[in-house]
């Protein structure tokens, strides 16, 4: 902690969102329960459908989440920075196949156009990747796995850079792919909402997903995460009882009375703020013993300081990120600091402490959201590396009035993501 408050001083009133560099590790996904289209035709128009729900979505929340503008694409240059962009085109993938379409060319041009794409012809009014204007979006046509959907937007990227926002579909839900560089968990759930009600699908509920291609990736991109999906009752559960049920699967190590680090998401605005689950967030720490069960209340106590404090710019990530804004290289720092799938072996003993093997996200979404049940995919803050081949878990919570849907996600051998699933589910419930 020395350090950081030698370097703060370097950092003060630097500015830049420091916790990810729209690298794929930083990738997410949220999805809805949505069965894929039965035939050619309907996974065509079912695509267009979900091309204009984007661009009305975004549209309509663009400005509405603080420092998190929609209406952008991302730029690749000494830095990631997000570009303006007109919600004009939106980029279609099929199989290998890429094309860029403008929306407002007639919807019987687009379907003709999406039947040749199909058949690997890019036909007028669709346009090359290469050479067509930039995007704000990709929209898959296929099924693909819940473990690598998170990098759907990846399809329409090139050297310059490409979109935040990918539309694809898995055989049970449909997907909407972004990276934590352009929005946090709120406004991901956000948009969903508003993906969920302005999609008119006219495809067949009988799922065919075998009548489209397979979307295929760049193989180079991040190994599949573990992942396993629970629904779960409404209960207002207390996030104390889930950090300390998340805590009690973490592997003990060479000394089981060391504490369990878990990271927390807290909205960067003051408590009392109203507006507060739109900004930006920030993980808090929550240490959590291990060798004994601890009591809910205790564990509570130091969750709402740590919280409080991270709200404030107090906390101890909040405090460290802040202070390597003044140094060479402060964005591949600071994500090396918080924890990162690529983090250097020299940060390795400070990501330990900052980033810790857990993460614990609960997001309680209003009613008047109106958000159907929604499985939340984000890569834990440490993955497999090298030397160590542990890497971290992340439980993600997404409730609402109706019920509550619980995703483990696990990036390495630390545990298994089905009984660490079980195990936090059966603390919700209990």
Known sequence: MAAVVALETRGAGRRGYLASRAQPHSDTLMAWPSPPPADRAAWIVDALGRAHAARAAVAALDGELPAQ???VRLALGAEVTAAPVALSHVAFAIGAEVAVAPLAAPPAALIAALHALWDGAVVAPLQALATAPPVFACVTL???????????????WADRGGPWLGLTRTATHAVASTTHFVVDGYGHAWLCARLASESARAASPDAGAASAPTPTLDPSLPSPLQVEVRALPPRATRAAALARALAQRLPAGADPRWSATIQVPVPQAPVDDPRRARHRVSPALLAVRRDRVEPVDAVAARLRAAVADEAAGAGVVGRALSAVRGLPGATRLGRGLAG???????????????????GLSLLRLPSALAAPPLVAV????VGP??????????????????GATLTAVVSGELVDAASLADHVAAAWCG
């Open 69 to 71: 503008p929609l209406a």
């Open 142 to 156: 296929g099924v693909e796995p819940l473990a690598t959907a998170r990098h759907a937007h990846r399809r329409a």
């Open 340 to 358: 990162t799938a690529v983090r250097p072996r020299l940060l390795a003993p400070w990501t330990e402490v900052l980033a810790g093997r857990g």
């Open 385 to 402: 590396a090298p030397w160590d081949a542990r890497g971290s878990c992340l439980v993600t919570v997404v409730a609402t009035e109706a």
């Open 378 to 381: 984000s890569a834990p803050a």
